[in-house]
């Protein structure tokens, strides 16, 4: 079965700013209050994890998380209520893709 | 400037079918008649571009190259009606898609 597959992500004149493992990352801190804990769900490192909320954050003008640093664990994060709108509107932009997606027709035989 | 980037591609069951780079090597073998210029051209390796085209005309029910191996060169290479007709094809879903990228607004400020 032949099928049309895709991904979607936002760039700024900087790159990258919002794709589907940033968004999947700031809802994982947003769940669990953590970083590190976001991180390890992921299988991405804290460094790794730590390098995407600070890109994001300094593309923004105002920030989507709010770390409280150091402390057994990392300490904690929170999404702030920009990031929950970020969160919102991309995951919109995801359906309309996935609308687009199921709906273009292709003539592709094999 | 925020804007919505993407890459689309067609896969079977059995994986990805056709994507950018293998509609890139098969109008590059079209142009040029020759499979080891066209990887060549897209510093591709020549096992590579074998490989990829390997893959497509077994998916197919019919090939969308026909190479003529051996000789000085590698053969030639010759893109058969239905590898230009999916050439097409492609190209018509990468147009449609290139239309959903620069209409979907995003809500989406720094």
Known sequence: M????????????????????????LERVHACGSLRQAALQMEMSYKRAWDLIGDMNNQF????????RGGKGGGNAVVTPKGLAVIAQYRELMQQFEQFLAETKTDISL
Chains 1, 2 share one sequence.
């Open 2 to 25: 032949i099928k049309l597959a895709g991904r979607i992500w936002v760039e700024t004149e900087n790159g990258k700013l919002l794709g589907h493992g940033r968004i999947e990352l």
């Open 61 to 68: 003008t105002v920030p989507l998380t709010i770390s409280t």
